[in-house]
Structures are given as structure tokens and as C-alpha cells.
């Protein structure tokens, strides 16, 4: 569920990286008014758009299956994005949301390339001692 307190935006839009098994339910209090958000799985997350009066402050509860989190979001512009994902079994607010297949992929281009340059790095040393 998500629950807007005094925000500042005219659009905001939510993401959240979570399989696409997931349950995803956003519920909005803006103005007083309650609103119902429901999330599209697309490309690999979850996205729902949120429409209201400008608003300063967002305070975010999100539900993802079982897993809850209270978040206190500003917002700063007409059209914003709240970016979450669901990493080791917690909600956490991140940059930019990337599906978790991607994120996997990056996190594994990143541990290659560690080790070919402490490879590149142990090779040079090696070759610099030997002279």
C-alpha cells in the first residue's frame, strides 16, 4: 500500500523489481481521498502511476507478497519516480529499479572484471620481479 501525506507532485510514478510472481498493491490517500494503484508487469517490473494534486512529501507504505516497508519520500518535481526493489527478501529504495535478471548480470560482469584485472595486476607484478 502506498499512502500519500501532503506531497508535492501532479504524477508520480512507481517501480518496483520484484519477479513477476509478485503480488503488488498500492493503495493512495491523497487529499483525503483514497485511491487504488494497480501495478503492470512490463519489461521485467512492476510499474503503477500515481495521479493527484501537487503535493511536497510522499509517505510510501508498499506491500510487495508479505514483505511491507514504510518509506518518507520528497518530492521535488511535477513528474517524479520512486524506484524500489526487492533485494534479499527486503523492500529498499534504489536509484533506478532494473529487472533482477539484470541486476544479477551486472553484479556478474562486475566480479569478472575484478578478477581479470587482479589477474592483469598479479601478472604484471610478476613479470616486473622477474627482471
Not at 86 to 98: F, H, K, N, T
Amino acid at each position: 500500500m502506498i499512502w500519500l501525506v501532503l506531497a508535492h507532485a501532479a504524477s508520480v510514478d512507481v517501480v518496483v523489481a520484484a519477479p513477476q510472481e509478485a503480488r503488488v498493491h498500492a493503495e493512495t490517500l491523497w487529499e483525503g481521498e483514497s485511491r487504488s494503484a494497480d501495478f503492470v508487469f512490463d519489461e521485467g517490473l512492476h510499474r503503477a502511476t500515481l495521479e493527484g494534486e501537487r503535493v511536497r512529501r510522499l509517505r510510501v507504505h508498499l506491500e510487495v507478497d508479505d514483505i511491507q516497508r514504510d518509506f518518507d519520500e520528497p518530492i521535488l518535481l511535477e513528474e517524479d519516480r520512486l524506484s524500489y526493489a526487492l533485494i534479499d527478501g527486503r523492500l529498499r529504495r534504489v536509484a533506478l529499479a532494473a529487472p533482477p535478471q539484470q541486476a544479477e548480470q551486472k553484479q556478474t560482469r562486475r566480479l569478472v572484471a575484478m578478477f581479470g584485472w587482479t589477474a592483469l595486476v598479479m601478472l604484471t607484478v610478476i613479470a616486473l620481479a622477474r627482471r
